[in-house]
DNA sequence: TGCACCCATAACCTGGAGGCATGGACGTCG
DNA sequence: CGACGTCCATGCCTCCAGGTTATGGGTGCA
């Protein structure tokens, strides 16, 4: 018998959930859908893995017996699509660098370009990731390295050499009532509603809301952005402000938003990363250099191309 | 990416065979089908996977670290299957017993009713097996005992109880010149076309063609069956002649259709058969003790119900 | 030059997977 | 005690994926 992994993925859920209708909540499908599929997976094992009741689905013997097997399944699947798509990228030697939007900024161009002096014949494909990855698609492999922003969850598990610190600005709508100072103390911002990054980005999260200099003090979310430009645009309606590097003022400027420094908060740290695994991977070791060589020891100063 | 085991069976048949059209041909679909199905592979991972040329199709770099995986993630998801539907079994108290058609024959019944006695609330659930599949189904998992002719390719992976054995007879048309001898002597045959069982059986077809008892004279194949229908059709048109067990004569009787002692070809044994994982297993116990308790020492003599 | 062998493409058909609306069982609460 | 809420199942519709046959287009070989 066959099955598709999406097949596994909503057996899952539901066996996790113990519910169709939560988990079709969660996976984006009608509950009814899920109900087929459901059966069509039950029909075509010729067994029942759930008993049902109003109370939700509850496993059966049997089904559990799945549950168990299958996230295993899931996964060697998933290991096996990054590894072939790694094998592709080798092939055709294009190293996959991932980035948050505004990681590296200024720093990122003068890095790559010495990417191609060091590599001829190598390409640099640059994927930014959005805000719900804090690794920039390091920790699921999707890239060899990433240009990121410390601290986030899961950077134990990866190399990481720090480049340079910036300090952080808040970023207000022109027509907030501290956006006529010329600088501004964190504590004055407690109260303020914050622009945020989606919640499963945790410790990241927390950083770029400060949450550990604010005395204890509750953090209100105005508006939650995964990408610069809703972001920008949370801000300038009034949703809320937020914490940036410096280099933000910059790279990422709308009318009706301005960066004010703010002191009170620690400097925002940038750094490359790469998987352990690839700590002998000679390209990667090569754009490592690369980000040593290269940063701009002086965050400031835009240097064109 | 999703995707279906049915896509992988067919990535790794190509990969394998190095040819859509070959490739096709093994998997029972047509080439444009194929062609479509690894196309679409391709686009789902982002990857090219084989080269293309007038010789074949060649894996790429990446096509071969697919390749490599793909074979542990179909044979994980088999796994699964079978621990899915034994955990079924096991619940539903029912014990998956596989027989070969003319295994067991006399001694099925009793044997069955004696498990029913010791084992109240079980059922045994008897699934005829075709003579592709010596094992009855017990080396693909999808039976957890079975009652099996010996010799058969793979019982040294499995536990073996020989039960009884009995002579072989010869099956013949009635209308064949040998038919009208009580008894004849194998060598007569040898020229004989023989009705076969699937060349894929190996060890099992060669005993039933009796391939050692030739002095290797080669077999005349007249005739390939996988079930006792098309066996006695075939033997009764006339395409082949066919070693039996001496109880196909009472089970498997058709007008035309005659059966005689053979000399010179050894008996047939019959055995029960099981995982050695199940050697705990206290239900396969109890069954196994069934047919040691219950297989008829005197072969002949049906004793019906 | 014509053929044989591959793979790709085109046109068409069917079934499966999705959506919405609704039904039916059952507990809960006013 | 009846209205409601919460489950899961069912019916009906649409659309796409996967299959088929027929055909095209390279390329080596006789």
Redesign the pocket.
């Known amino acids: 018998m066959d099955v598709?992994t999406?097949?596994l993925r909503?057996f899952a859920v539901?066996a996790e959930e113990?519910?169709?209708?939560?988990?079709?909540e969660l996976l984006?499908?009608?509950?009814?859908?899920?109900?087929?599929?459901?059966?069509?997976l039950e029909a075509g094992l010729g067994v029942d893995l759930?008993t049902?009741?109003?109370?939700?689905?509850a496993l059966t013997e049997p089904g559990r017996a799945l549950a168990e097997r299958v996230p295993a399944l899931l996964s060697g699947w998933e290991t096996a699509l990054r590894e072939t798509r790694g094998a592709a990228s080798r092939a055709a030697r294009v190293l996959r660098v991932g980035f948050l939007a505004s990681a590296a900024n200024e720093a990122t161009q003068p890095i790559i370009a010495e990417f191609a002096r060091r590599r001829p014949g190598w390409r640099a494909e640059m994927r930014q990731a959005s805000w719900s990855n804090p690794s920039a698609g390091l920790a699921d492999g999707d890239v060899d390295i990433a240009l990121v922003r410390l601290p986030f969850p899961g950077q134990e598990a990866l190399r990481l050499l720090p480049l340079f610190s910036e300090p952080r600005r808040v970023a207000l709508a022109a027509s907030h009532p501290l956006a006529a100072r010329e600088t501004i103390a964190f504590r004055e911002l407690w109260d303020e509603p914050f622009v945020a990054a989606p919640a499963e980005t945790g410790r990241w999260r927390e950083y770029w809301l400060a949450a550990d200099e604010r005395d204890g003090h509750p953090v209100r979310v105005g508006a939650v952005t995964e990408h610069p430009d809703d972001w920008l645009t949370a801000i300038a309606n009034g949703y809320g402000i937020a914490l940036a590097p410096e280099s933000a003022a910059r790279f990422y400027t709308r009318p009706g938003v301005v960066y004010r420094p703010v002191t009170g908060v620690g400097p925002s740290r940038v750094a490359v990363a790469w998987d352990p695994a690839d700590d002998d991977n000679p390209v990667v070791r090569d754009f490592v250099r690369c980000c040593r060589d290269r940063h701009p020891d002086r965050p400031g100063g835009p240097d064109g191309t």
């Open positions: 598709d999406r097949l909503y539901v113990g519910s169709l209708t939560r988990a079709a984006y499908v009608s509950q009814p859908a899920l109900t087929k599929q459901i059966r069509r759930f049902r009741s109003r109370t939700g689905m």
